[in-house]
């Protein structure tokens, strides 16, 4: 089975800044697909970038984009120029390329944007 | 465009007692799945159904049993609620193509089991 860890309970930046949130995953296939969500206080899942294994690429969009190690098994989010509207709960999912499309997610890492 | 619709947003329960989460989704989507979200915890997998007429376990599916009525609907029932199942839960709905696109999520229902 497939697991993801994101071992930042919690973060803090100052508004403007940069901030990194990390993400692990243990998996022995080769395609899947890996997602960033945000979860405000209104406690609404909002998707906030997609990758493909399969893409050298890494995904960006606006002032999200992605760092994805695929040897490594990491897949890390940056948001640059932090906004007050980035403070929210931030999850990391795996969905596999086979069978249905269930995600996996890990604990989330509270994100406070600091004025 | 309602996407999908949960209800009710929040609910208090005895020990003991039972309901029903409904869920409905107006994306024609052929997947549906019900999480369950505690602190520290993250999303878990209660149940999905993968298209209209099946339902399969996830993670954590004691307690609970789901019923896919038809394309639209997949509800979530606890027969006897214990506090451990005081947490948030989401359903959500895919277009099962495999791709990751167009997964949508509910609101959510906070579930109080006193």
């Known amino acids: 089975a497939q697991t993801v860890t994101q071992s930042q309970p919690e973060m803090s930046v100052q508004e403007a800044e940069t901030v990194t949130l990390s993400c692990t995953y243990d998996t022995s296939e080769n395609n899947y697909y890996l997602f960033w969500y945000k979860q405000p206080p209104s406690r609404q899942m909002i998707l906030v970038i997609r990758?493909?294994?399969?893409?050298?690429q890494n995904a960006t969009e606006n002032r999200f984009s992605v760092n994805f190690q695929k040897a490594a098994k990491s897949f890390s989010l940056k948001i640059s120029d932090s906004q007050l509207g980035d403070t929210a709960m931030y999850f990391c999912a795996f969905k596999s390329n086979f069978g249905n499309e269930k995600l996996t997610f890990g604990t989330g890492t509270r994100l406070t944007i600091i004025p | 465009n309602a996407g999908v619709t949960q209800t009710p947003k929040f609910q208090v329960l005895k020990t003991g007692q039972s309901m029903t989460l409904q869920c409905a989704q107006d994306?024609?989507?052929?997947?549906m799945y019900w999480y369950r979200q505690d602190p520290g915890m993250g999303l878990r997998l209660i149940y999905y159904?993968?298209?209209?007429?099946?339902?399969d376990k996830g993670e954590v599916p004691n307690g609970y049993n789901v019923s896919r009525l038809n394309k639209r609907e997949f509800s979530l029932r606890l027969e006897s609620a214990a506090p451990s199942q005081t947490s948030v839960y989401f359903c959500?709905?895919?277009?099962?193509?495999?791709?990751?696109?167009?997964?949508?999520f509910g609101s959510g229902t906070r579930l109080t089991v006193v």
């Open positions: 990758q493909e294994a399969y893409k050298q």
């Open positions: 159904s993968a298209s209209e007429g099946t339902t």
């Open positions: 994306m024609n989507h052929n997947s």
């Open positions: 959500a709905s895919s277009d099962g193509r495999g791709r990751g696109y167009g997964y949508t």
